[in-house]
């Protein structure tokens, strides 16, 4: 339909970012999906009731973050964009190939520029929409092996409470959310290779929970998100800690460990 919303989502083949699909179609946005796996898009079209455009895009090329962005800047009806693709590493950051590591900054900080530089000019003309940038409680942590996502991640809620500062001086009623999930059930461990079971049953949750918690979180203008209460209680007493004695739980962390 002409007048609906459109919501853009990178990384919407799997996981968090389907799972927002859904969501935000039985909220009555039309879509726009991004990923590299286009038929795993078509499939997930197929199940949703609303206008979907598809586009096979590898995010971390910058021509293709270019092309992305020009689009996003002139779409009529955008009323909200989720920069949602991402995967994590295994390996020590000097083992690990550079490229690898360059394609993630390429994916979680350039891409979430380029896109979200476009998307804001677009919705602060407009005066109404957000963006939600997935994070993940890795923010707040460092952890070996690890070292290049718990950065980029930081980067992002570093940079989603930086623009809704600037939203808020310009009395914008666009709005930005960090949404920093904890383990959660999706392809996201298959593609990294990790054993889901070196991790409690107890810490896990559904892809379903965050992304509601996400979108409420956003109905209420909640800058950062944490789903699930667990997870609150662990930012909020390791960011309290002294910087030497994080450093010492988070060298001995089992998750840590369970990595080297
Ligand atoms: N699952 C967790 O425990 C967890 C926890 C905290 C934060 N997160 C974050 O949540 C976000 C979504 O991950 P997920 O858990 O839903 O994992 P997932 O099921 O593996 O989904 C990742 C998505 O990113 C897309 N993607 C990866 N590389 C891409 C590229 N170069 N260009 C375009 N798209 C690309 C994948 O699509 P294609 O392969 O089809 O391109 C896929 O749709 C990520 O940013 C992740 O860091 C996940």
Same mark, same amino acid.
């Given at each position: 339909?002409?007048?609906?919303?459109?919501?853009?989502?990178?990384?919407? !083949? !799997?996981?968090?970012?389907?799972?927002?699909?859904?969501?935000?179609?039985?909220?009555?946005?039309?879509? +726009?999906?991004?990923?590299?796996?286009?038929?795993?898009?078509?499939?997930?079209?197929?199940?949703? !009731?609303?206008?979907?455009?598809? #586009?096979?895009?590898?995010?971390?090329?910058?021509?293709?973050?270019? #092309? $992305?962005?020009?689009?996003?800047?002139?779409?009529?009806?955008?009323?909200?964009?989720?920069?949602?693709?991402?995967?994590?590493?295994?390996?020590?950051?000097?083992?690990?190939?550079?490229?690898?590591?360059?394609?993630?900054?390429?994916?979680? +900080?350039?891409?979430?520029?380029?896109?979200?530089?476009?998307?804001?000019?677009?919705?602060?003309?407009?005066?109404?929409?957000?963006? #939600?940038?997935?994070?993940?409680?890795?923010?707040?942590?460092?952890?070996?092996?690890?070292?290049?996502?718990?950065?980029?991640?930081?980067?992002?809620?570093?940079?989603?409470?930086?623009?809704?500062?600037? $939203?808020?001086?310009?009395?914008?009623?666009?709005?930005?959310?960090?949404?920093?999930?904890?383990?959660?059930?999706?392809?996201?461990?298959?593609?990294?290779?990790?054993?889901?079971?070196?991790?409690?049953?107890?810490?896990?949750?559904?892809?379903?929970?965050?992304?509601?918690?996400?979108?409420?979180?956003?109905?209420?203008?909640? +800058?950062?998100?944490?789903?699930?209460?667990?997870?609150?209680?662990?930012?909020?007493?390791?960011?309290?800690?002294?910087?030497?004695?994080?450093? #010492?739980?988070?060298?001995?962390?089992?998750?840590?460990?369970?990595?080297?």
């Amino acid at each position: 339909m002409a007048d609906r919303p459109v919501a853009w989502i990178t990384g919407a !083949s !799997s996981g968090l970012g389907s799972e927002f699909a859904r969501q935000l179609a039985a909220r009555g946005y039309d879509l +726009v999906l991004i990923a590299r796996r286009r038929e795993r898009l078509e499939q997930l079209a197929r199940q949703l !009731s609303v206008h979907c455009e598809l #586009i096979r895009s590898d995010l971390t090329l910058r021509s293709e973050q270019e #092309i $992305l962005a020009q689009r996003l800047s002139q779409e009529p009806r955008l009323a909200l964009l989720v920069n949602n693709a991402g995967f994590g590493t295994t390996r020590l950051f000097w083992e690990a190939e550079l490229q690898g590591q360059l394609a993630m900054h390429e994916l979680h +900080v350039m891409a979430a520029v380029r896109l979200t530089h476009a998307a804001l000019n677009n919705l602060v003309r407009q005066g109404q929409g957000g963006i #939600i940038n997935v994070a993940s409680v890795a923010a707040f942590a460092r952890s070996p092996a690890n070292v290049s996502y718990c950065a980029t991640k930081a980067w992002m809620l570093a940079f989603s409470e930086g623009l809704a500062l600037e $939203l808020r001086a310009r009395k914008s009623p666009v709005k930005v959310q960090a949404l920093c999930p904890g383990f959660t059930y999706t392809e996201f461990h298959d593609v990294m290779g990790v054993d889901r079971n070196a991790v409690p049953r107890s810490w896990w949750m559904q892809a379903e929970e965050v992304v509601r918690a996400s979108l409420e979180g956003l109905d209420r203008g909640q +800058v950062c998100v944490i789903p699930g209460w667990r997870y609150r209680f662990l930012v909020a007493v390791l960011t309290k800690l002294p910087f030497a004695l994080r450093m #010492i739980l988070q060298a001995n962390s089992p998750h840590t460990r369970g990595r080297l």
